[in-house]
């Protein structure tokens, strides 16, 4: 592990586990959730806001402040934490999944990713030295190396030259990381086939990465498959290192991992949902923006210890959304963001308790309930 | 006064005073800047934070309001106050501003301002006596009357007219005023004359309301005229009656205003240079969104004790701002809000200390002022 860095299990429950992982910026209690911030920042939700809902990590795309402003104004203004003024851990994306999604005509070879800027049209290049390079200067504390992804449903035989090249840009990656202080986490590809992704695993491991993602995953593929992909890509990795799903999702998803050995995790669903009005809770998804709501004073989620739930009705929060009000997505954002540090808080208490059933029978029951008004 | 309310002056210096407004939900210490919440929301801030950067008062629009949620909804959570959280005093206008300038095809004759709403396109007529009681259920502490208001260059004839005619409807409002815990101002009119002012003024105040607003201003006169209508119309108001300066402005409009004997100010200006990146410093305009601030590690205004100010470099804002990221909005216009706070409470100072000239020259040159990088 660089300096600053270590990662210690502190409970154990089956494949499941509850740790610390330390990092130059501060130390994240595993499972923990990450919430993004694409451009440094998520969503109107202020640093200050970020740790009081229980926040400790967060996630910026590489891609996204590559264009804008640039890796080297965020290195002169001293990082990201300097840059955004969150002082915590950050973690970092390669830009690959990025720039393949959002680029026109991204092309793959040997070298790296060639696309065109969606800013200014130009030929742009993002190799694997160049993604770990401009993380570096982003100053994250976890980098992710460059990987290529192929979709579920895909040719097999392209999955599979896919994962060996990833493989070929692990290495790649390595040799080029220079700085002490910053892990670097490699990212297990390998397709639909849990004999490939345990294979590619144990390619990946051999490199001696500080971390491990399963990546290529939340792409559509069935939730048992997904187990199963995640479960033999975790037979083949060390122990004594943390393992991110990135991606990835909503409740269901998350327990479904932490019972794999999955110890980070990020995706843009609370955020998205809480813009487009929808709230998680312990009673299944609440559609705010509907008429139910107009007259009800009750709080968002009256079982919810956010600033949101305890100073506003459900009423105010509709309103403020279908007038598009930029405060209402901000109010919306916290409650999501605080109902997943939530979850994961629980998670790690019933790891440390030995009994991770009463809460994945709790997400069972709201992932299937219709909300009442 | 109704119930719950008093305005005591505590100090004069010319025309201009210093003092408190009292209402059922706290009292505003005069001269002072009111932020406009239009849909009971200001621009992604939240009531905590308008509360710490000083703002006493808030204005919310009745006709957005009563488009949406429709002021049922908002009385059935507990008025203004209750419905949104800011649970110090709120101030509404009549409606009939919006109405005119938004909705399309307005007219307006003795019955009110018939209109086809932009949301649904039905015909709908707002009364003077309609605009209170909207207020009423609103449950604002200060209510204005139905207003006609002719811009400057029109007919001097149609100028008259619709003064006559906004003092009918002023008579309207009081015989339809009902509630006992609310204040209700009246408007002058009158154009751009003088003359009409102070008559419109006199006529105004016979009716006996309990504070009065200077209408139909800001809408492209000449500064120095602007001077001479508000000091025509207050030559004839009462001593003890609070005074508003409706809709205005740029910082100098303020100066200008509070040396003529106004204690409340509106506007939108803070909010929306906010959101265009243009911010307001003792040195003049700081335009963000330049290259100049690019690497700006400095904050937005180094004299300035906001909350923006004291966490955020200008770089950081500069890249929020344009990657249209909603914390940028917020964090500006907090910046902003508190400018306007601070210059009202040294104007308040500078009355009870007995000298404006320091203020006034300072704002004058901030005014004249192009902003270093």
């Known amino acids: 592990m660089p300096r600053g860095f270590a990662f210690r299990v502190e409970a154990r429950l089956g494949a499941a586990r509850s740790g610390w992982l330390e990092t130059p910026h501060g130390a994240v209690h595993t499972p923990a959730f990450v919430p993004v911030a694409t451009y440094g920042a998520v969503r109107g939700v202020a640093p200050d806001e970020l740790g009081a809902l229980g926040a400790q990590m967060l996630l910026a795309n590489t891609y996204h402040l590559h264009e804008r402003p640039g890796e080297d104004v965020v290195a002169e203004l001293g990082g990201l934490a300097g840059f955004t003024g969150w002082r915590g851990p950050w973690l970092t994306d390669s830009g690959g999944f990025q720039i393949t999604s959002l680029a026109g005509r991204a092309r793959v070879d040997e070298q790296g990713v060639t696309f065109a800027s969606p800013l200014d049209g130009r030929r742009r290049l993002l190799t694997p030295e160049s993604a770990l390079r401009i993380q570096e200067r982003l100053g994250s504390d976890v980098a992710m190396v460059l990987d290529e992804c192929q979709p579920p449903g895909g040719d097999p035989l392209a999955a599979r030259a896919a994962a060996e090249r990833t493989l070929r840009w692990a290495e790649r990656s390595l040799r080029a990381r220079s700085r002490a202080d910053q892990a670097v986490f490699g990212i297990v590809q390998g397709g639909q086939a849990p004999a490939a992704r ?4 144990r390619q990946t491991a051999e490199l001696g990465f500080d971390g491990f993602a399963h990546g290529g995953l939340g792409l559509g593929e069935a939730r048992a498959l997904r187990g199963e992909l995640v479960e033999a890509a975790a037979s083949e990795l060390p122990e004594a290192a943390p393992r991110y799903l990135m991606g990835l999702g909503q409740p269901l998803d998350l327990v479904d991992a932490i019972e794999r050995g999955v110890d980070l995790f990020d ?8 813009r487009h009005g929808v709230l998680f809770t312990g009673r299944g998804l609440l559609r705010i923006r509907t008429r139910a709501y107009t007259r009800d004073p009750r709080p968002p989620d009256p079982d919810c210890d956010c600033a949101t739930c305890a100073r506003h009705s459900r009423a105010y929060l509709r309103h403020l959304l279908r007038a598009n ?7 919306a954002s916290i409650h999501n963001l605080r109902f997943y540090a939530a979850l994961l808080e629980r998670a790690r208490r019933a790891i ?3 009994d991770l059933g009463p809460l994945r029978r709790d997400v069972e029951a709201a992932a299937l309930a219709g909300q009442a008004p």
């Open 198 to 201: 345990r294979r590619h695993a």
């Open 267 to 274: 995706c843009v669903v609370p955020t998205r949902h809480a």
């Open 325 to 331: 009000e930029a405060l209402g997505a901000r109010l």
């Open 352 to 354: 440390q308790a030995g």
